[in-house]
């Protein structure tokens, strides 16, 4: 096992036709038979599909085993940004810049397509052995057309822009804020905006003013 999330479980894995590593994500056991789970992650799959972009985690194929979906994806040798910056706090400038461009290219191959991340965090953003940034886990995109009520809160609350929080139309502006907040993070190692419940993060954004980069 890799990891665990709120939308699955993923593990490494070996293609025996291909020998190559792949990384399986599942639904977990009890989400199986839960219909809406179960269409976002092929959701997931056809939207991932559409994006081809070296800054993108490729998706290979949806498929069941014994009941359980999983899906098929690039396996990458590395560590996601949160744990990165985690580890070393912020990064040094010239290595910022790079992940930025980086994560920028990836955001807009999807935007090109019409398709919102919706779920843009450091979390999701992978980085390989040789530094190269891919973008993870679209199981919360959506074609960017106007989303709005309770599918347009899906996301995580402190990565949201302020229209999301508040279940307004979400755009690729959306996504664009939310990129603003990694960016800031992969600068200056802090996160813009902190808060334990969705009422706190949607107050801070309201009421404060973040530190400037530069400071």
Do not use: W
Not at 2 to 15: F, I, K, N, P, Q
């Amino acid at each position: 096992m890799l990891g665990r999330g709120g939308m699955g479980e993923v593990y490494r894995a070996e293609d025996l036709k291909l020998g190559q590593p792949v990384a399986l994500k599942f639904l977990p056991a009890d989400m199986e038979k839960d219909d809406s789970r179960l269409a976002r992650l092929l959701n997931e799959v056809k939207l991932a599909r559409q994006v081809s972009h070296p800054n993108v985690c490729r998706v290979y194929d949806v498929d069941e085993v014994d009941g359980a979906h999983f899906m098929a994806m690039e396996y990458v040798d590395g560590e996601d940004l949160a744990s990165l910056l985690r580890r070393i706090g912020r990064l040094p400038h010239e290595k910022a810049l790079e992940i930025s461009r980086q994560i920028c290219a990836g955001l807009a191959a999807a935007h090109e397509q019409g398709i919102l991340h919706r779920d843009l965090k450091p979390a999701n953003v992978m980085i390989d052995g040789k530094g190269r940034v891919k973008l993870a886990d679209f199981g919360l995109a959506n074609l960017a057309v106007g989303l709005s009520g309770e599918e347009a809160r899906a996301g995580t609350p402190a990565y949201m822009a302020p229209e999301q929080l508040d279940g307004r139309e979400v755009t690729l502006r959306s996504d664009i804020y939310s990129l603003g907040l990694v960016l800031h993070e992969v600068f200056t190692g802090q996160m813009v905006f902190q808060g334990k419940t969705v009422a706190d993060i949607r107050e801070a954004q309201r009421q404060s003013m973040p530190t400037r980069t530069s400071t």
